[in-house]
Structure formats: C-alpha cells, structure tokens
C-alpha cells in the first residue's frame, strides 16, 4: 500500500514536501514516480526515482524547482516542491513499479503496479 501526504493550500513562490509511505513491500525492489491530475486534465508524469535512489528524471515543467529523493530504510520517497506556481494545482499521487532493475525510472502511468490515493496541492496567486 502507498499513503500520500503533505499537501495543502501554499501561495505561489511557496514550498511543499509531499511523502509517499509504502508498507508490506520491500520497499527497495520498487521504483517510484509521482503523477498529477488537474481538474478536467489527463493525469500526467511530474518525477521518478529509480529503486535505489541513483537516478531521477523530471518533467521539463517542473525541472530545477521539484526534487524526488527517498529513503529506503524509512519506506519512503518524498518530493519537494520549490517556487511553487498555481499551474502546479493538482491532486498528486505516487506510484510504485517492481523491478529488479536499479538504475532504471519509468515515466507511464501505465507501467506502475501500485497507486496511492493521492494529495491536494493548491497554490494561490
């Protein structure tokens, strides 16, 4: 299971860390992405971390202002959100993908095992 938190209301140029904590999984044989959905949008890929934390890919929207990291030991990934923009509004998920592979993230929606029940982010202008 995947449990997101840490959203809210912000102003834009304000800052939020969402997490994401799994449980009844070795949580390092996963690779983990965060996703969003606006309302009346497609839900649409935002950052992904490989299952050992070595490699991170980014949507070029948010690229340079959102950093995913993660902590295995604690069963978490977390994604912290800088400069924020009211473009950012969404409802953010996380999502999980098995793999043996440690180097590798993924980018579609359709490639992950596993969803959270996401987290409303809101930034005001």
């Known amino acids: 299971q995947l449990q997101a938190s840490g959203g809210g209301l912000v102003q834009a140029g304000g800052s939020l860390r969402l997490s994401c904590a799994a449980s009844g999984r070795v949580f390092s044989n996963f690779a983990v992405g965060w996703f969003r959905q606006a309302p009346g949008k497609e839900r649409e890929f935002v950052a992904a971390?490989?299952?050992?934390?070595?490699?991170?890919y980014y949507v070029d929207s948010v690229e340079g202002r959102f950093t995913i990291s993660r902590d295995n030991d604690k069963f978490a990934v977390y994604l912290q959100m800088n400069s924020l923009k009211p473009e950012d509004t969404a409802i953010y998920y996380c999502a999980a993908k098995f793999t043996l592979d440690a180097y590798h993230y993924y980018t579609g929606p359709n490639e992950y095992d596993y969803w959270g029940q996401g987290t409303q982010v809101t930034v005001s202008s």
């Open positions: 971390v490989s299952r050992t934390g070595t490699r991170t």
